[in-house]
């Protein structure tokens, strides 16, 4: 029966899709487009922004997904001037509300927030605001918790709804419902209820989380089965995708920086992504010594020395700003060139908005991760306390280790859209290489090597760390741990993507000890490992391609990509060819 049902509500949601919703026919057309231009200085929409708006003003259930940086909010910020009543919006971050209040407060949007520690005065106001059929608010944002724990504000939500003026009640990361997303909210499920209390009033749930569990769980938390799920692509096909072999030693990995901000990426204007205070700190030491221009950024630093950095770099002082991730919010430098990560995101989520902060001008932008298998390490004794984080960051990894597959087709997996026989352009490390050959190699022999070492280990109540058990497998380290045959016929650096293979699929597992300074990470064998004694146990990975990137070279800007319509690429000499006769280009993002 559940099957049954899944079924009709996917064919719902399918039929509903099918509408296009994109139109300019509708009875609110003309003011949506006023409403665009005058009131948030915009000349045009974006990919779904349009379908979003239409079909919540036709007072659909509606889930929005679209990446962080998409513009999602203009969604219900605009359907709210468009007609009477209020809209509210339920957001799970105090800071994000008050940015966003702020903000419409410069458009002269009637707007207010309603918080937990707001003062007595503003949330009377705001209850008032319910009430009063007068009231020139248009937008209240509320926390979830407001929704379910306030009485008061609940019996004053229903006044409005009686009054007729409860417009429609839009829902920011809605991913939030759900156990099976990243940030599994308890207060958001109070808002289950919502659909039941005010009939005919539309939801309007929006997420950068595309996965269609996700999405299922949020439509059956919501009440809202079946609903109309708009979707705008993931593909940004002006950035380049790249890995980078991450050197051992830190000067070799500060010369790799150097040699990108001086030649690949000299005048132009980057992030550094770093996964901890320390190497923020670090890297921007070390770089200034190599007498770059970049400035430090995280969460220690006071908010004003933090928006002093953010300036410097804004204005070009700064090349390149060397950050933890804290670093994000409010990033809407166009010219973003470059998004080097020093160490690996702790999940695709994570990478795809990070790295997805460069080329917002659709101008080609590059983004390159040092990888190392030892980082896996580092970042998984940070995270791995958190449920389903070993999940994601296993996701990274394979995004990493893989040198077959085109990047933005892992990509596009990752988000659950369908990639079908799109191109790529040539912009990933993947495609630009041209053989389509792909290697493999067998494991079962490595797989019965490495089981037998931390066997042998585990006799001697020794446990290994990834390097003991490289140590080990190539006869260096303790005599008693080393193993008894003979050395792997490829390089440490191979064995490293090996382990790092295993790790993910879960031959290998990670066992954490905490010490009085430190987790240490262990590696035993995972649940997997036991398939290597049945007969006919194989396994092979696919070898990686080493591809050439020059770092001491300008990149290819005479490429340069721009992107005038939604996936359609244009080369930038050719945009500025015809931009000589007509003297504009239009750049769509
Ligand atoms: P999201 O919630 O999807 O992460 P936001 O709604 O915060 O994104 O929007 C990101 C930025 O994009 C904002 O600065 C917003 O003003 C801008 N923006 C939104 N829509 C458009 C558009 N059609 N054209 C230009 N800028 C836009
Ligand atoms: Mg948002
Ligand atoms: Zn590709």
Redesign the pocket.
């Given at each position: 029966k559940t099957e049954l049902k899944k079924a009709l509500n996917k064919l719902k949601s399918d039929t509903l899709a099918k509408v296009d919703w994109a139109g300019i026919k509708y009875e609110w057309s003309e003011e949506v487009e006023k409403m665009l231009k005058d009131v948030f200085k915009i000349s045009s929409f974006r990919p779904k922004q349009l379908s979003a708006i239409n079909s919540t003003l036709s007072r659909q259930h509606t889930i929005v997904v679209m990446p962080t940086g998409a513009g999602k909010s203009l969604c219900y910020q605009l359907p709210a001037l468009v007609e009477p009543g209020i809209t509210i919006v339920v957001s799970p971050l105090v800071s994000l509300m008050e940015d966003q209040v702020r903000s419409l407060k410069n458009k002269e949007i009637n707007a207010m927030l309603m918080t937990s520690t707001s003062p007595k005065e503003e949330t009377n106001a705001a209850l008032n605001a319910l009430k009063d059929i007068k009231t020139p608010i248009k937008l209240l944002y509320v926390t979830p918790e407001r929704l379910a724990k306030s009485k008061r504000f609940m019996a004053n939500l229903q006044k409005c709804f009686s009054n007729g003026r409860l417009q429609r009640i839009a829902i920011d990361e809605v991913h939030c419902c759900s156990h099976w997303g990243h940030d599994f909210r308890p207060d958001y499920k109070y808002l289950g209820i919502l659909s039941n209390m005010f009939p005919g009033v539309p939801l309007l749930g929006l997420t950068a989380t595309a996965t269609a569990h996700v999405l299922n769980d949020v439509q059956k938390m919501l009440n809202i089965p079946g609903c109309l799920i708009i979707k705008s692509t993931f593909n940004r096909p002006n950035l380049f995708?790249k890995i980078l072999e991450k050197p051992t030693s830190n000067d070799e990995c500060l010369n790799i920086l150097e040699k990108l901000l001086k030649h690949r990426y000299k005048n132009e204007s980057g992030i550094i992504y770093t996964n901890s205070i320390k190497d923020a700190e670090d890297v921007t030491n070390g770089l200034r010594q190599k007498g770059l221009k970049v400035g430090c950024y995280h969460a220690n630093m006071e908010a004003e020395a933090r928006s002093k950095v953010h300036i410097k770099w804004h204005e070009n002082y700064y090349q390149a700003i060397v950050a933890t991730i804290a670093f994000g919010m409010g990033i809407d430098k166009p010219d973003v060139r470059f998004v080097i990560h020093h160490t690996i995101s702790k999940s695709m989520e994570n990478y795809y908005q990070e790295s997805g902060r460069a080329g917002r001008d659709g101008l080609r932008g590059e983004c390159v991760t040092l990888y190392r298998m030892q980082d896996i390490f580092k970042v998984s004794a940070m995270v791995f306390s958190s449920v389903g984080s070993m999940d994601f960051l296993y996701g990274m990894v394979k995004y990493c280790l893989n040198g077959h597959l085109?990047?933005?087709?892992l990509i596009a997996k990752h988000f659950d859209e369908d990639w079908g026989d799109s191109d790529?352009n040539?912009?990933?490390?993947?495609?630009?290489s041209n053989s389509n050959v792909t290697k493999e190699i067998n494991l079962e022999s490595h797989c019965q090597t490495l089981t037998s070492i931390i066997d042998n280990a585990a006799k001697q109540d020794t446990k290994l760390t990834a390097q003991k058990l490289l140590d080990a497998w190539f006869l260096k380290g303790p005599v008693p741990l080393r193993h008894k045959g003979k050395e792997p016929p490829f390089s440490r650096a191979f064995a490293e993507d090996v382990v790092a293979y295993l790790l993910v699929e879960g031959y290998l597992t990670e066992d954490f000890h905490y010490t009085a300074y430190s987790t240490v990470v262990y590696l035993k064998k995972g649940p997997n490992m036991e398939a290597i004694n049945d007969q006919n146990f194989t396994l092979k990975m696919p070898i990686r391609k080493y591809t050439n990137f020059e770092l001491d070279r300008p990149a290819p800007w005479d490429n340069v990509i721009v992107t005038e319509k939604p996936d359609t690429l244009k080369r930038k000499s050719d945009v500025l060819k015809k931009a000589k006769k007509s003297k504009t280009i239009i750049i769509d993002d």
């Open positions: 995708y085109c990047r933005r087709e790529c040539k912009m990933c490390d993947v495609c630009i």
